[in-house]
């Protein structure tokens, strides 16, 4: 299918691909919620001492995927509410062995595959699967129709996809090679951008000569690296069945579950954005304090950090202490303090538009500064169509926000914003700094408990 809409968006504070070693932390502190998983069944009990690799805790709204034990320490759940944080940290992995809760032992008489994939569980590599059309962790005794794995990271600041494979370049192709046996005949995607670097010409080479392996290539244009515009990009349907979806970070972590039998829980990130002094990938673990973070990244006073990249992330408030264990970027910017005085009558030298109505478009090509201030005074909307041109899912947002105001949800309903992945690209591009993103968010989940069944006796 042809794809459409999608953006360059070109930033300042962009990480750069050295990968920065943090000082090892004195204590972790780790999220029982993430933006995906509630680790709400805790699995320790508060002084514990614990060895790397045990589990902590359990989400079991997503089939009991594990929290686990970054580091071998002992477990304070008084410290800091919501989290677990690790003390008495050992610097290096232990050498005995410990038992699994019963949940995650390995039960008798299953086959190869039903242990490869609780193996997968158990080692904290099944939290990288997603469903590509729901977003959601797949159930792990669904059998994929196709697996799509993409080495491509487009939102601005987010971990790239080559620094992650540089150094580990075997292992990932070790991890591709592990996730075959869970197959039947069902295809492996592998997605490279279609800029062509010597490691990306390196792996293609490697996994041409790979028979299940099939190659595709992506324009750099926001968000073409989607699961979802990629499963429509290569003629995948839903009513098929699931597809399984996972970035270089999962293949990375299924080769440490199947080939080393350990956890992934050492992971390259990447902090970026204007408010970062250190803009750079680095080497952590989840539960790393964030305040240690920002002093060694440089991140400035008063910054907003923000989970993720800054179109599509969350804003950590004061009570996120450490890393979480789904975390793979972070970005910084700066809070906009002041308001732009008759900013109508600026003429845009500095700030990039879509539109390319302002003065820059005279100048050479230069990365925007981005502020806090992305969404700037709301106007009513002019009817300019940009955030259907970039729209990738072919939805009229500028529609459905007319919609929301006149509150027709019949009428909302039938423009299909369910097929919204929150990318966020209308926001951005958005002449009139009308969050449509948020909009279309927020009427989905109206719209989902509208149609949501009662549960016997709610309404008694
Ligand atoms: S409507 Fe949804 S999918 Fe389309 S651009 Fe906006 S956020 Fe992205
Ligand atoms: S980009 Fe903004 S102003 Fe333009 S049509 Fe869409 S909602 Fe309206």
Known sequence: ???????????????????????EPSLLHLPLRTERFDFSELLVREGEEVLQGMVLAADPGNFGLPLLAPRSGRVNLARNP?????????????????TYPEAYREAEGLDTRQKTVGKLLRKGAWQFFTDAFTGRVPDPASIPQAIIISTVNLEPFSVRGDVQLESRLPNFLRGLEQLQ????????????????????????????????????????????????????????????????SLRTEGILAVDSALTYDQAATRRIMAIGGPAVGLRSHFSAVPGYPIAALREQMGVKEGARLIRGGVLTGSTMGEESLGLDSEMQSLSALSETVDRKLLAFMRTGFGQRSYSRTFASVLRPPFKERLTTALRGEKRPCIACGFCAE????????SIIHRQVYADDLDAVEKSRPDLCIGCGLCSYVCTSKIDLRQEILDINETLRLETAVPEEGALA
């Open 1 to 23: 299918m042809k794809t459409r809409g999608g953006y360059t968006i070109d930033l300042e504070g962009k990480p750069a691909k050295e990968i920065k070693d943090l000082a």
């Open 390 to 397: 970039v729209c990738p899912v072919w939805i009229l947002p």
């Open 82 to 98: 919501g989290h677990v944080t690790l003390e008495n940290l050992a610097s290096e992995a232990p050498k005995q062995s410990f």
């Open 181 to 244: 046996p869970l197959l039947e005949y069902q295809p492996i995607h592998l997605v490279f951008p279609i800029f062509h670097s010597a490691l990306g010409v390196k792996i293609r080479a490697i996994a041409r000569g790979i028979a299940w392996v099939r190659l595709h290539e992506i324009p750099l244009l926001y968000p073409h690296d989607h699961p979802r515009i990629l499963a429509r990009r290569l003629g995948l349907k839903r009513a098929d069945g699931v597809v399984w």
